[in-house]
């Protein structure tokens, strides 16, 4: 066969494209062990970081991060009554997958739709459970860390919010997925900006949401000044999208049975 031949050149091609799809197939075998392990740790670290137990910006060994969370419990809640789910193993279940379709979970759908009078975090559908995260002292909740989401400018940002024992004050919040404009709706991700949130009240005295992310800049002589977070300059819509991402989340269509039944029951832990 000639070397300069068509035939020639398509035969070399075609060796080339095999060779390589044999390579990235053997590679993507290899890694897919190593990369559900960074996707674990990477998980784990945005709930640390929310809870406290890890700096915004400190990095952490895998076994550092293992050893944190062990101090963690992990639990499946069914978010319309509140209670405990305890036929679902909370390693197995995926919460993305359960709320982003009608499938069905055991006996159980795993997903509602949302009608668009109360879908004020812009989700259409949201899961019927949901895992909740638990940092407990001496036999009493210390930290409850909730994954949220909600609709910004560009995208879903999912993130998780924790509250102290006291299931009132505010210990963190830290989006860890997101398509907001940098600089902009992307300054979410500031350490400075999420530096706010802890110690912010989520309730006012009546127990009604009163967290909010206002425009322009807290007043700290405000008497409001407790419920509020600077707002994201240039990103009205993304800062929108935050306050009603607290009061889905936190209202009686998110977590607010759950958080209901945890103060009924005495397992808070106190500021």
Not at 40 to 55: P, Q, T, V, W
Request: charged share 25%; glycine share 12%.
């Amino acid at each position: 066969m000639q070397r300069n031949s068509i035939a020639f050149t398509l035969l070399i091609a075609a060796g080339l494209c095999v060779v390589c799809s044999a390579l990235v197939s053997t590679a993507a075998v290899g890694l897919k062990g190593q990369q559900a392990r960074n996707k674990e740790l990477d998980r784990k670290s945005n709930i640390l970081r929310a809870a406290g137990l890890l700096g915004p910006n400190e990095q952490a060994d895998g076994k550092k991060i293992d050893d944190l969370f062990a101090q963690i419990e992990t639990k499946i809640v069914d978010l319309e009554t509140g209670e405990y789910v305890t036929d679902v193993d909370p390693a197995e279940f995926d919460q993305r997958e359960a709320a982003a379709r009608l499938a069905k979970l055991g006996e159980r759908e795993t997903s509602v739709a949302i009608p668009p009078s109360e879908d004020v975090a812009g989700l259409k559908r949201r899961e019927k459970l949901s895992a909740v995260y638990l940092l407990q002292q001496d036999g009493k909740l210390k930290t409850l860390i909730m994954p949220v989401y909600t609709k910004g400018l560009w995208s879903t940002m999912y993130g998780f919010f924790a509250l102290k024992g006291d299931l009132r004050t505010v210990q963190g919040l830290g989006f860890y997925q997101h398509g907001e404009t940098p600089g902009l709706g992307g300054e979410v991700d500031n350490p400075n900006w999420k530096e706010q949130w802890e110690g912010k009240l989520a309730y006012d005295d009546e127990g009604d949401i009163a967290l909010r992310v206002i425009k322009g800049t807290v007043n700290p002589n405000s008497p409001d000044a407790e419920y509020q977070i600077d707002g994201l300059s240039g990103a009205t819509i993304t800062s929108r999208g935050v306050s009603n991402l607290i009061d889905y989340w936190l209202g009686p269509d998110g977590f607010g049975p759950y958080l209901a039944r945890l103060k009924a029951d005495g397992e808070v832990y106190g500021k």
